[in-house]
C-alpha cells in the first residue's frame, strides 16, 4: 500500500524513511535527486495533479535529473519511442545478480533502472532508490500515482498484461557518473517519430 501521512497530511502516497535516513552522506546530487522525488510526491497531493498527464518515463527521468527545467510543471512528455532513444544513449542494460545489495540513490554516483516491457518499446520506467528498503523502486504507476514498490508490486502490476512475463524485466545502469551533461539537457524534448 502506497498510503503514508507526511507532517500530518496524508497525501495519499508513500514518503518512507528512504529519502531522509542516510542525509549525511548526501551530495549534491544525491540531495538534489531526493528533492525531485519530494516534489513529485507533493503533487499526488493536488486535487488535480500534474503527473496525470505525465508518463512513468518521465516522472523516472525527471527523478535522475534528465530535464534542464526548473519544477516538475516544465517537464515535457516522454513517450516509448523517446523513452528508448534515451536508454539506447544513457543507459546499459544489466543482469539482475548485478544491481548492488547494498545501495542508496542519494549516496551513490551510480544509478539503476527497472524497465518494463522490451527495451526498444518500453512501458515503464522505475528507479532504483534504496536496495535495502522493501520497496526499493520508485514510479508513476498507471493507476495509483507515484510512490515506492517492492519488485514483486511492479510485477504483480504489469504481468500478464498484453502478454508481459517476467522475462520482460529489464534492469539498466545510467552510462558514467555524475549529472547529466549540458548538451544532452533536453535532447528528448526535441527527438520525435514523424512516421
Known amino acids: 500500500m502506497r498510503s503514508h501521512p507526511i507532517d500530518g497530511i496524508d497525501v495519499g502516497f508513500s514518503m518512507p524513511d528512504v529519502l531522509?535516513?542516510?542525509?549525511?552522506?548526501?551530495?549534491?546530487?544525491?540531495?538534489?535527486?531526493?528533492?525531485?522525488?519530494?516534489?513529485?510526491?507533493?503533487?499526488?497531493?493536488?486535487?488535480?495533479?500534474?503527473?496525470?498527464?505525465?508518463?512513468?518515463?518521465?516522472?523516472?527521468?525527471?527523478?535522475?535529473?534528465?530535464?534542464?527545467?526548473?519544477?516538475?510543471?516544465?517537464?515535457?512528455?516522454?513517450d516509448s519511442h523517446e523513452a528508448a532513444l534515451v536508454l539506447n544513449?544513457?543507459?546499459?542494460?544489466?543482469?539482475?545478480?548485478?544491481?548492488?545489495?547494498?545501495?542508496?540513490?542519494?549516496?551513490?554516483?551510480?544509478?539503476?533502472?527497472?524497465?518494463?516491457?522490451?527495451?526498444q518499446y518500453p512501458i515503464h520506467f522505475a528507479v532504483l532508490v534504496d536496495a535495502g528498503s522493501s520497496r526499493p523502486f520508485f514510479s508513476k504507476l498507471p493507476f495509483f500515482g507515484s510512490g515506492f514498490d517492492s519488485?514483486?508490486?511492479?510485477?504483480?502490476?504489469?504481468v500478464g498484461i498484453d502478454g508481459m512475463t517476467r522475462e520482460d524485466l529489464h534492469f539498466f545502469k545510467k552510462n558514467g557518473y555524475g549529472e547529466i551533461p549540458p548538451e544532452s539537457r533536453g535532447k528528448i524534448y526535441i527527438v520525435k517519430n514523424d512516421q
Not at 35 to 64: D, G, K, N, W
Not at 89 to 100: C, D, G, T, V
Open 20 to 78: 531522509v535516513s542516510k542525509m549525511p552522506a548526501m551530495d549534491r546530487e544525491g540531495l538534489e535527486i531526493t528533492e525531485r522525488i519530494e516534489e513529485i510526491l507533493m503533487m499526488c497531493a493536488r486535487e488535480h495533479p500534474v503527473y496525470e498527464q505525465i508518463t512513468s518515463f518521465s516522472i523516472a527521468l525527471y527523478a535522475l535529473g534528465f530535464f534542464d527545467c526548473p519544477d516538475l510543471m516544465g517537464v515535457q512528455d516522454v
Open 89 to 119: 544513449e544513457h543507459f546499459k542494460e544489466i543482469k539482475a545478480e548485478a544491481l548492488p545489495s547494498v545501495y542508496h540513490i542519494a549516496e551513490s554516483k551510480e544509478k539503476y533502472l527497472l524497465v518494463v516491457g522490451d527495451p
Open 151 to 158: 519488485l514483486d508490486e511492479l510485477i504483480n502490476e504489469f
